[in-house]
Nanobody
C-alpha cells in the first residue's frame, strides 16, 4: 500500500492547489490516510487525516482553507488547498495507517512527497 503523492507546484499567495494521494490494493477503504508537510529547516507537521469511514480531522493551522476527501473507487485521497500562504510552502507527504490519527508514528507507509511552493 505504498502511497504516491502528486499535484504540487508553484502557486502565488492566495492561490489554490489540489494534491492527490493514490495507493494500490483492494483494501484501500479501510485505511486512514494522512497528509503531513515539512518546511525547510522545520520539523514535519500534521496537516489533515481521513478515516476509511470518511471522518476527517484537520490541523488548526489550515482549518477553513484545506479540505481532505477521498474517492475509494479511485483509491485516491485529495487535499484541496485554498488561500495558500508562503508559510504553507514545504514538501507534502501522504501516508497510510490502520488507524485514524494525527501522529506520524502511527503511519506505516509513506509516499515520496510533493513540493508546494507559495511565492509571488
Amino acid at each position: 500500500v505504498q502511497p504516491q503523492a502528486s499535484g504540487g507546484g508553484l502557486v502565488q499567495p492566495g492561490g489554490s492547489l489540489r494534491l492527490s494521494c493514490t495507493t494500490s490494493g483492494r483494501t484501500f477503504n479501510v485505511y486512514g490516510i494522512g497528509w503531513f508537510r515539512q518546511a525547510p529547516g522545520k520539523e514535519r507537521e500534521f496537516v489533515a487525516a481521513i478515516a476509511g469511514s470518511g471522518l476527517t480531522y484537520t490541523a488548526n493551522s489550515v482549518k477553513g482553507r484545506f479540505t481532505i476527501s477521498r474517492d475509494n473507487a479511485k483509491n485516491t485521497v485529495y487535499l484541496q488547498m485554498n488561500s495558500l500562504q508562503p508559510e504553507d510552502t514545504g514538501v507534502y507527504y501522504c501516508a497510510t495507517s490502520t488507524m485514524f490519527s494525527s501522529q506520524a508514528n502511527r503511519y506505516d507507509y509513506w509516499g515520496q512527497g510533493t513540493l508546494v511552493t507559495v511565492s509571488s
